[in-house]
């Protein structure tokens, strides 16, 4: 063979634009992704692709722009299912009153199932190819996730009290024991610690969680001064702030994935920069249940690393993470009083490589570099409300659509093709959906 014959590869997609998402605000024209084994192997002009490579399949979108595959940093998939079922409440009342109740009448393993394949639906439709989850059934969700080939790190739930998936402490930690140990060596899934919150959990939990997350080396998901009731709870029965506690028993590290993180005082602020923590931003349930305002521009400027996430459909209502980025770069800007706060740019990388790294993923996927895996979304330009195009960043955060999402491959898979689901059946989907609104609402 000489040696200028063309390397065989898996696949290539031609893009008009590539945002790798490295270094922060690159864009790239004309270039190509050379995919093999579901890696990412070379990043090229697309004429020099075409003279090194040949491929067994080939995309070429002109019209488009490639961007690394969204992470949602934090979603209760499974509550797709209850989408729309009680709105406009205050986070306690809508928790305890419509939401705990709802979950208990239908909550089961193939209710898990159901709702995690109705949500990997929504998602790959808006371009997102990795999720943080945090729900009960974790065995379900991780199979449901594996057999659509869907990337997901899945929080392993413990909380005070008896649900569907455990009725004791002990159960709760046996039960994460061997779901861990079951999917430990698994390229798609990995878990995580989940823990509900510091009002339902325990000190005594939260030392073995701390020894759990060390011992088997991965996150610990965890709500956190998520609203101004949470921090006044604790003060009265603590004496101290939820962050204090959790620094007390050891939580407070770079395994911790804080969600929400709406009161935050500068001190604490600082504390999550010395330490590592990941804050997992999602404006858009804070708004609707009206919690607080994280103060990203703040965190962003302390060296914290920011994600966003979108919540569960049942407090968003929606799982759509372009959508979820628009918010939280416009809401930073209100908040911090600066029209500079968290750029286009900056808020892409929150939702990408930020997330992926407060996952533990940021090795892995989050940017598109040549030894990554290769989750990659496809986004059209060539519709009139992508008109003119000036910055394509800008346009991405600003003016797009999930709509506007034509293409979505992880691993080198293809998911989404030409807006067309590669392996699921839109209208069973739908009807199967149906199905659970008629249970749910008895």
Request: charged share 20%; glycine share 6%; with cysteine.
């Amino acid at each position: 063979m000489s040696e200028h014959a063309p390397q065989v590869c898996d696949l290539i997609i031609e893009a008009g634009l590539i945002v790798p998402g490295v270094p922060l605000g690159q864009v790239l024209h004309q270039h190509a992704l050379v995919i093999d084994g579901g890696v990412i192997v070379a990043i090229l002009p697309t004429a020099e692709a075409r003279a090194r490579f040949v491929a067994q399949q080939t995309h070429s979108r002109p019209d488009s722009v490639l961007i690394p595959g969204l992470v949602n940093a934090h979603t209760h998939n499974p509550m797709t299912l209850l989408r729309g079922i009680a709105d406009d409440l205050p986070l306690m009342v809508w928790l305890q009153e419509h939401i705990w109740p709802a979950e208990g009448r239908v909550i089961s393993a193939e209710f898990v199932s159901d709702g995690c394949r109705f949500a990997i639906a929504e998602m790959l439709r808006g371009g997102t190819t990795c999720c943080n989850e945090h729900y009960f059934f974790p065995d379900a969700q991780a199979q449901t996730y594996k057999k659509y080939g869907f990337r997901a790190r899945i929080g392993l739930p413990v909380i005070d009290f008896p649900t569907a998936w455990a009725k004791t402490d002990e159960e709760y930690f046996a039960r994460a024991e061997e779901v861990q140990a079951a999917w430990q060596q698994d390229a798609l899934i990995s878990m995580a610690l989940a823990p509900h919150a510091p009002y339902t959990v325990n000190d005594a939990n939260f030392r073995r969680l701390h020894e759990l997350s060390a011992q088997w080396d991965i996150p610990v998901h965890l709500h956190l001064h998520e609203t101004a009731d949470e921090v006044s709870g604790s003060l009265k029965q603590y004496g101290q702030r939820p962050i204090a506690r959790l620094d007390k028993l050891g939580l407070i590290n770079e395994r911790l994935i804080a969600v929400h993180m709406t009161q935050l005082a500068e001190d604490e602020i600082q504390l999550c920069a010395e330490r590592g923590v990941s804050v997992v931003h999602c404006p858009e349930s804070n708004l609707k249940l009206a919690s607080g305002f994280c103060p990203a521009a703040r965190l962003q400027r302390a060296g914290v690393n920011l994600a966003i996430g979108t919540d569960g459909a049942a407090s968003n209502n929606d799982l759509d993470m372009l959508g979820e980025t628009r918010t939280a770069a416009l809401l930073a800007k209100a908040v911090a009083k600066d029209a500079a706060a968290l750029s286009a740019a900056e808020a892409l990388h929150a939702a990408t490589l930020g997330s992926a790294r407060a996952m533990g993923l940021g090795e892995v996927i989050g940017s598109l570099e040549v030894g990554k895996q290769a989750d990659i979304a496809c986004i059209a330009l060539d519709a009139l409300e992508a008109q003119p195009l000036y910055n394509v960043i800008s346009q991405i955060v600003y003016a797009i659509g999930r709509h506007q999402v034509s293409d979505v491959w992880i691993a080198g898979q293809p998911k989404l093709i030409h807006r067309k689901l590669v392996e699921m059946d839109e209208a069973e989907l739908a009807a199967n959906a149906r199905q659970w609104q008629a249970k749910v609402q008895g």
